[in-house]
């Protein structure tokens, strides 16, 4: 690191993240590329993502709701944007970067039962604020960083999230001025009919931070264009923040662009002088060539992603990411359509609509609805030869398929599905009977897997052994391996002593593999996870005309 950066003996800066207007505005995004600019300056830093619903972690949560479930290596079920922080840093994180009020109330109440605050009224200034500052500078102290950046998740104005405001606004009072900062994300909608951005949005979104004690210090506009100097000028003004504050951050076409975007509109010199950080050229390394590997497609691929939780993109977001940055390896664009799986049971005629896709993929899930239509998928791309890549779930149902299609098992499940099949090919965890709480109870986090040498997988991986995250509680069941073995379907990854299958693959297919671990979480730009670029590379080799399906053929 540059010698003439932040002394390790000095106390860390914190720049806190909050969002206004309304949600989805990419907060996340913005707070991993103030993250990604820092780190690519020479500065030690990690983000944190507080989240003010009541749930203790995200892993009891549908992901239709809140969207998916980012598993980190120690365990964690965390907030999904603790995937979009590891992705840009090309860092793990731990389940400690994801604070939340159930998290924080249950430390406070169980401290009382304890007897920690005898004879006091516990509430929630200052005790359960005492609490989160506490959370987030254990996280500073123990990653030992320069700068710690903090996303305040939801909306200002939201009720459940003024605990964590009111925490934050006191921080900065305890640190000083110099060592935190506040960026706020707002929106300045263009009407079609004016055809110029509006500034109201903000100015209020702004009204309602300042009513709760915090200014910002820098306004990061979203919209879909630059925003102009005269919209930047009546923020400035009206936000009481200088005209070199205001960013603007506009829509890009790829989310690793947005670091370079918002280095170009000033955001890194406006950090250094508010937090008295080194002025210094920045080293982008290789990160421009990795952004801008996702914006020159030379070709296009479409891959059919069945599943349950399609009416929410940012269900399967880093399957999403993953599939990009395979795709920008390959130099292609990765059209992605959700379909669901539920449609394949009510009519399998439509599974010919498959041929259309250049590559198959059922991702993770849990549950009984739509499973069936799932099973009808990975049957079809092993029947017609297209690119077949199954994770976690996607694994456990080819599985299924594989036996009642192949081996002659006609009633072959998963007792998840079924408790009483016939064939428990999937068969539920033996360490997983008898559990009655269903939070953080799954298999979870990064497990060891040894990789059969002269399989499909050790050429993928060109190792011995890898690491990799789960979340599950079925696996399949060894009894019938050397029933699946002896019909083309080979095993080739084990964990736990061979206890556990990991993967599985068809050498006779042009592509056909799946993984019972998440290889999603672990891909990164510029480093694509090895199934994941095989899998494109095998969907661009089958590459050809996409037929336009006729009227009432869908």
Known sequence: ????????????????????????LGKGIVAASIAKLLQLDGFRVTCIKVDPYINVDAGTMNPIMHGEVFVTDDGGETDMDLGTYERFLDANLSKEHNITTGQVYLDVIEAERRGEFLGKCVQIIPHVTDAIKESIRKVAVKNDVDVLIVECGGTVGDIEGLPFLEALRQMRLEEGSSNCLFIHLTLAPVLDAVGEEKTKPTQHSVQELRRIGIQPDIIVVRSKRHISDESKKKIAMFCSVDMGSVISDPDAESIYNVPETLHTEGILNAISEKLH?????????????????????????KIAMVGKYVTLADSYVSVNQALHHAGAAHSTKVKVDCIESEDFEKNPTILKRLDEYHGILIPGGFGRRGSEGKILAANYARERGIPYLGLCFGFQLAVVAFARHVCGLN??????????????????????????????????????????????????????AIRQRHRHRYEFNQNYMELFESKGLHFSGFSDNRLRAEILEIPSHPFYLATQYHPEFVSRPGRPEPVFNAFIGAAVSRKRPIAVPTAGSV
């Open 277 to 301: 950080l080194p002025k210094r050229p920045i080293d982008w390394n290789n990160w421009v060539q990795i952004s801008r590997s996702f914006a020159v497609p030379k070709d296009e691929i």
């Open 1 to 24: 690191m540059p010698t003439d950066t932040v002394s390790p003996t000095q106390r860390p800066k914190y720049i806190f993240v909050t969002g206004g207007v309304m949600s989805g």
């Open 411 to 464: 009633a072959a499940n998963s007792t998840e599905l079924d408790p009483n099949t016939k064939h428990s090919v999937i068969d539920i965890l033996p360490s997983q009977k008898g559990i009655a709480n269903l939070g953080a109870t799954m298999r979870l986090g990064g497990h060891d897997i040894d990789i059969q040498q002269g399989s499909i997988a050790s050429r993928l991986y060109g190792a011995k």
